[in-house]
């Protein structure tokens, strides 16, 4: 992905981390494939007790590339899925940031759960800005901060950077992302980023 400013062009953050090798991708992959087989011969074959009908379904070449093809696509179905979820929930955190209502179903509450939990125990952050355009002319990258807040604590406020992740694990490329952001904005507005949070 690139951004256009200025009439410059600049790879987004996370263009440029997708060079990092992620093997534990790979691994997830193949293990989600496996298990979708496991299970898809578990429902196939949960009621058939007939030997020759399991042989005459196994051998049969159609449903045999039926079922590795679904198998190699599955990962991707799981994956356009959460990234549905994860798009939903960036909206729905960006609402609330805005103090708007925001409707929850069954897939979202938990996440706006969490995000509203997180929330109550930052009392002294601001939201300031969201989907705030970030770019560093000296570093040569761009991107879209989740939200950028103060927090005030006495006397003393200071900027923090704010991502928002809905995946159910935390990666280094995380620290990286907010960090770039960071980096871009003391860049940008002069103003020291005090902290960031991946939320």
Request: aromatic share 10%.
């Amino acid at each position: 992905r690139l951004y256009n400013v200025g009439g410059k062009k600049y790879p987004s953050v996370t263009t440029v981390l997708n060079v990092i090798g992620k093997p534990g991708i790979a691994i997830w992959q193949r293990n989600l494939s496996l298990k979708w087989i496991k299970e898809s011969l578990q429902d196939t074959f949960r009621d058939t007790t007939c030997v020759s009908a399991l042989a005459d379904t196994i051998y049969n070449k159609e449903w045999m590339d039926n079922m590795i093809s679904s198998a190699k696509n599955h990962p991707q179905t799981i994956t356009t899925k959460s990234a549905t979820l994860g798009t939903r929930a960036h909206e729905a955190f960006e609402d609330l940031c805005l103090g708007k209502e925001v409707e929850a179903d069954e897939e979202l509450l938990p996440l706006l759960q969490a995000f509203t939990t997180w929330k109550a125990q930052e009392p002294n952050l601001q939201i300031l800005e969201v989907e705030k355009l970030v770019h560093s002319d000296k570093y040569g990258y761009a991107g879209t901060v989740d939200a950028i807040g103060v927090r005030t604590v006495g006397d003393k406020a200071g900027i923090v950077i704010l991502d928002w992740k809905t995946s159910n694990a935390l990666y280094p490329e995380y620290a990286w992302q907010a960090s770039a952001y960071a980096k871009a904005w003391e860049e940008l507005t002069g103003q020291p980023v005090v902290d960031a949070l991946i939320v």
